[in-house]
C-alpha cells in the first residue's frame, strides 16, 4: 500500500465553505441597502422638520397674532419642495392659540413626514 498524502480540499468543504460564503455576503447586502434607505428617511423627515420649524418662527414673529384657520404653502429645503400647512385654532385660554404645522413632499394625500404642534402667545 503507497501513503498517501492528499493536500487540499474536498469538494463538500468547497461547496460548505461557499455556502457560508454566500449567507455572509446576502447579510451584508441586506444590510447596506436597509441603511441607505434609513439615510434617505431620516434626511427627507430632518429637512420637513426644518421646514416646520419655519413656519412656526414665521408665525411667532409676525406682527399680527396669526387668526384662527389654515393656510398651506411651499417651502424649498435642501434643493426639495415641501407642501406645508397651518391649522391655527383657539385654547381655553383667550390669549393662546394653537398652531399645528404638517410638512408633506407630495401636495395631495399621505400621512405627513413631519409635524409640530406650538403654541402662540398674544403680546399685549
Known amino acids: 500500500m503507497r501513503n498517501q498524502s492528499t493536500s487540499g480540499f474536498t469538494l463538500l468543504e468547497v461547496i460548505v465553505a461557499l455556502a457560508i460564503l454566500s449567507i455572509v455576503l446576502a447579510?451584508?447586502?441586506k444590510g447596506v441597502g436597509s441603511y441607505a434607505s434609513n439615510v434617505t428617511y431620516l434626511r427627507?423627515?430632518?429637512?420637513?422638520?426644518?421646514?416646520?420649524?419655519?413656519?412656526?418662527?414665521?408665525?411667532?414673529?409676525i406682527a399680527n397674532w396669526p387668526p384662527i384657520g389654515s393656510n398651506?404653502?411651499?417651502a424649498i429645503?435642501?434643493?426639495?419642495?415641501?407642501?406645508w400647512r397651518t391649522v391655527v385654532s383657539p385654547t381655553i385660554d383667550p390669549d393662546l392659540r394653537r398652531l399645528?404645522?404638517?410638512?408633506?413632499?407630495?401636495?395631495?394625500?399621505?400621512?405627513?413626514?413631519?409635524s409640530v404642534t406650538a403654541f402662540l402667545g398674544r403680546v399685549h
Open 72 to 74: 398651506e404653502g411651499v
Open 77 to 83: 429645503q435642501g434643493g426639495v419642495s415641501w407642501y
Open 27 to 29: 447579510a451584508a447586502v
Open 44 to 61: 427627507d423627515r430632518t429637512l420637513a422638520h426644518w421646514v416646520a420649524m419655519n413656519q412656526v418662527a414665521a408665525n411667532q414673529l
Open 100 to 114: 399645528d404645522v404638517a410638512v408633506r413632499p407630495h401636495k395631495e394625500g399621505g400621512d405627513p413626514i413631519a
